[in-house]
């Protein structure tokens, strides 16, 4: 079957709107003081939102590459939509992220630290110990390069994840519900 979805504009709009949101939504956590939050509770909450974020624009670009493309679209389609999206606002985020700890915030990764360290006192460690830890931690601090690779190799995988699930669940259904007219025709 020949495609008529404009693969490119859908994945190109898509992941520069991820990848905005995805920037607005770390300057908001940046302003309100939730970037360093040391509660285990919001962090969670944090993470999850920026899931659901990723999982939105993401399913939105299948849910229009389908549309586009008559009602059909594979789990490889899908999978190659996700990817595609993902890592390109992986791109987007990986220059954010290298501008902030560098520009915007170039104390990241002693904040990281101090944040760290204040959780681990909490758990009774000694003087000790804690200076052993963050000064492992300030040894191992990641160079530009990682700082860039990161989100970019986590937008990859996480679009093809998540247009893998995405799009599993988007062809189950559509052979569901033609499953459900061609039974309702008899």
Known sequence: METKADFKNIVLKSALLLGGVGIA???????????YSGSAGMSVLTTVISIAISVWFIA?????YKNENGGFITVGEA????AVVGLI???ILAF????YTTVIDPDYYQRTIDLVEQKMSAMGLSEEQLKTFTDEMAKHKPSLL?????PLISGGIGGLVLGAIIGAITVSYTHLRAHETRHDLV
């Open 25 to 35: 939504y770390q300057v908001l956590l940046y302003a309100t003081g939730l970037l």
């Open 96 to 99: 954010y992220q290298v501008l």
């Open 60 to 64: 939105a670009a299948i849910q229009q």
């Open 79 to 82: 999978i190659k939509v996700g």
């Open 89 to 91: 606002a992986g791109v």
């Open 146 to 150: 990682k700082t860039f690779l990161s």
